[in-house]
């Protein structure tokens, strides 16, 4: 605001008063101090409440709340694999019967792929038919070619037969008769050659005479040779080769039947091939047609048992869930409904990692719901998780808690799962033991405390405790029956927790231990000479009981905050990496 100079109190003024007001509050804080040291100091305090330590019997359990559910119950979920909508559902808290129908969903696409898929089930079972025909076509023609092979063979074996049986005997013979008839008629010719000799001799018989049997005879003698030399020839070169091309014959034959069999088993081994894969073909048609025909029929959703109708909790960190109701989309194996058996119910409560050390199966507890909070039910605990419930960590990852199984043992009345509920397990009853409120037990010099109330002022007294409840906390030794405490410990007590230092100053320090030295990376090496402008990138710092070198940054630390590219940091550059390590280090970063 600014001030006026027609006003009364002129500016000089207005600072003077200004000043008085700040002295004023001066004043204030100091004295505010003064009593906060004297408080400090174990003065009682005049508005301190005390609390007169007493002996006697408290019960330790633990409250915690949770959800009424049933023990037993049955899961209907959606069992087309399709993703499809509710078309229409019954209302949760219906009860149904055996068989009703609870849920109807929307098949027409699945519908109209079963159409389509009659025609390609159609067309399957005429490949099918087509294969079976190409085979027997292929079957005869098979049979065709290997009859005529055979009968190929069968010939060649015949010629064979009638060469050597039949054709070679009868060459040998008419070459060996051509032999014969040349050596009789040589023997005539020379009988009439030497008759035609001697008469001529005698004068008897011309000389033309002789000389025409002597030709004669000479013509026979080389007809002789002839036929004995064809004989030679047949033997020698003829009989072999026809032996040899009668045989070929037949063994070409009986290979080329060998080839029409192989043929024909591999043509029909290939038909027979295409029919089978034509069958599969078919059957995976059928088959696909088959569970379209199921999916469409578990489209309607009956119940399996009678109950009443729950819809499941949708958790509102689930993007794949939404709300069960008409119209809303379903994927593949979702849980629609509940059918709960409400005969035996149970309560899932969170125990707190500070508590489940004291939990154990079979312990007794209370449960009180909601809807009823003048009545408990009996009960106990069924069982307690071994590890941590992994759906709290989402809200508060620093949270560890426990699902932990409470049976009801007594019978409900007509109540309904899904009723807030809280459960009380009965840890254990403490008699006769010294107990106080919870609020007064503090810490002091890293020891726990109570203030009593001695000569004027409070003193802090180190005790040791036990269990505890919400209200009280058991103390074992340190404090007896009649003694006055403070209800509310001085503020000077010290804080514990997991901010607490673990070291306190003028504290022992860990030893120091030597590291091997840090291996050479990739694009530098860590530097141990003084860097340009007189720093020294190995400092000497002390600590422990000696001195210790801080490691020199790394090259990737280098390149990082190296501003000026020469390849080493100097003081700024180094100042602005450790300033950047501390905030990272204030944010929670590693």
Known sequence: MKLRTDHPIRPQRAASVLGVVIAIAVIAIAWFGYKTFLSSDDTIDENAQYYDVEQGSFLVTIVEGGTLEAVNEISVRNEVKYPTKIVSIVAEGTFVKKGDLLCELDVSDIEDRLDEHKLAVETADFSVKQAIENKKITESQNDSQITAAALKVEFAKTDLDKYKDGDWPQLKRNANSAILTAKEKMAIDK???????????????????????????????????????????????????????????????????????????????????????????????????????????????????????????????????????????????????????????????????????????GMGAYVVLDSLPDQRFKGHVQKVNLMPDQGSRFSNP????????????????????????????????????????????????????????????????????????????????????????????PLSADSSGLDKPLVEDGGDLPPTKKVAPQSKSKGGSARSGGSKKGGSQWQQKGGGDGQRKRRAPSAEMIKRFDKDGDGELNDAERGAMIKSFQNRSKQGGN
Request: with cysteine; aromatic share 6%; proline share 4%.
């Open 398 to 489: 620093n949270l560890k808690v426990y699902s932990t199984v409470i049976l009801i043992d007594d019978k409900l009345p007509d109540v309904k799962p899904g009723l807030s509920a809280r459960a009380e397990i009965v840890v254990t009853n403490l008699t006769d033991v010294i107990k106080v409120p919870l609020q007064c037990v503090t810490t002091h010099k890293n020891k726990q405390v109570c203030y009593v109330k001695k000569s004027g002022k409070d003193e802090p007294l180190p005790v040791e405790v036990g269990m505890y409840n919400s209200k009280f906390i058991e103390i074992t030794s340190g404090l007896k029956a009649g003694e006055q405490i403070n209800l509310s410990p």
């Open 191 to 361: 009988d009439s050659l030497e008759w035609s000799e001697k008469l001529s001799k005698e004068g008897f018989e011309t000389e033309k005479k002789v000389e025409s049997d002597k030709y004669t005879f000479l013509i026979s003698k080389e007809r002789l040779a002839e036929a004995e030399e064809t004989l030679r020839l047949l033997e020698k070169y003829d009989h072999p080769k026809l032996l040899r091309q009668y045989q070929a014959n037949l063994d070409e034959a009986t290979e080329d039947l060998k080839r029409v069999k192989s043929q024909a088993a591999s043509k029909l081994s290939q038909e027979e091939a295409q029919i089978k894969t034509a069958q599969n073909r078919a059957d995976l048609q059928r088959k696909k047609l088959v569970e379209y025909e199921e999916q469409i029929a578990s489209a309607k959703i009956y119940a399996p048992e009678g109950g009443m109708v729950v819809y499941p909790f949708v958790s509102f960190r689930s993007s794949s869930q939404t709300m069960i109701e008409e119209g809303a989309s379903v994927r593949p194996r979702q849980e629609i409904v509940k059918l709960p058996d409400v005969s035996q119910m149970k309560v899932t409560i969170k125990v707190h990692e500070s508590h489940v050390n004291q939990v154990v199966a």
